[in-house]
C-alpha cells in the first residue's frame, strides 16, 4: 500500500468511528477496535471491527494460510488491520494460532483461505486472490477477488457472473466504505429498500433463491437414496 492509500485509509477509518462511535465502541490494544454497538442484533453486535494490523510475520503467516501470494497492496491493508468487518462487508485476514493481539471482543477476520484454498470455483483465474465477501438481503453474496493486475471484483457467490469491478484496491475502499455506511441509520439498523449490493446485481438474490432449493432437492433425494440402501 503506497503513502497515499494509506493516508486514504486512514481517513476512510475516521470516517467509520464518526459514523459508529455514538452507538458505543470499545478500543483494543495495537489500534484494533469494534464500534457501532447494535444491541438490537444481540447484546454484544457490532456494525464494524477493525484489528491490530500484522507484522512481517504475521504477513508471512497469511501467505502460508491462503497458499497464494499476496500482492504488496494487500499486504499493506493487513499490516494496518488483519481483515476489517463493516455492515455487510468482510476483507478477510490470517487466522494464524500464535498469540492474539486484539481484545477478546474484537476477535479474528474470516480466513483468506476461504475462497483461495476452500470453496474456489474452476472459472475464477487462477492468478486473483480471495479477499473477501458482501451480504446482500437475504440469499444472495458476492465474492470479492484481487486480481493480478490490480483491480477488484465481485463474482456471485453461486455462479459465474461478474457484478462489479473496481480498477484499485483502494478505489474499492473509497467507494465500498463510505457505501455501506449509508445503508443504516442513526440507530444502525439497515435502511428499507436499499439496494446493498453494489453493480449489476438485480437478479442475483433471485438466482441463490433458486440455487438454495436446488440445494436442498438434490441434499433431499441423496437422503432418499441412502435411505433405500439402509445408510
Known amino acids: 500500500m503506497t503513502n497515499d492509500i494509506s493516508a486514504s485509509f486512514q481517513k476512510l477509518t475516521t470516517q467509520i468511528r464518526e459514523a459508529l462511535d455514538p452507538l458505543g465502541y470499545r478500543d483494543a490494544e495495537h489500534g484494533a477496535f469494534i464500534t457501532g454497538h447494535v444491541p438490537h442484533v444481540a447484546p454484544y453486535a457490532y456494525l464494524a471491527n477493525v484489528y ?28 494496518h488491520t488483519n481483515g476489517l468487518r463493516l455492515g455487510q462487508l468482510s476483507l478477510h485476514g ?25 470453496e474456489r470455483p474452476d472459472y475464477i483465474p487462477n492468478g ?28 456471485h457467490r453461486d455462479a459465474n457472473l461478474l457484478g462489479a469491478r473496481w480498477a484499485s484496491f483502494e478505489e474499492f475502499l473509497e467507494s465500498e466504505i463510505p457505501r455501506q455506511l449509508s445503508l443504516y441509520d442513526a440507530d ?8 446493498q449490493l453494489p453493480g449489476d446485481t438485480e437478479t442475483w438474490e433471485a438466482i ?24
Open 128 to 155: 486473483h486472490l480471495g479477499i473477501g465477501a458482501m451480504n446482500g438481503a437475504w440469499h444472495s453474496q458476492g465474492h470479492l477477488y484481487l486480481a493480478s493486475t490490480g483491480e477488484v471484483e465481485m463474482y
Open 208 to 231: 441463490a433463491e433458486a440455487n438454495k432449493g436446488e440445494q436442498a432437492r438434490a441434499s433431499g433425494l441423496r437422503g432418499k437414496i441412502a435411505g433405500m440402501f439402509g445408510r
Open 188 to 195: 444502525g439498523r439497515i435502511k428499507p429498500d436499499v439496494k
Open 52 to 79: 491490530a494490523g500484522l507484522d512481517e510475520s504475521g504477513l508471512e503467516a497469511a501467505e502460508a494460510e491462503c497458499d497464494r501470494f499476496i500482492p504488496e497492496v494487500y499486504r499493506a491493508f493487513l499490516r
Open 94 to 118: 490470517t487466522t494464524f494460532g500464535s498469540i492474539d493481539r486484539t481484545d477478546y471482543l474484537v476477535g479474528q477476520p474470516i480466513s483468506l483461505s476461504y475462497q483461495n484454498v476452500h
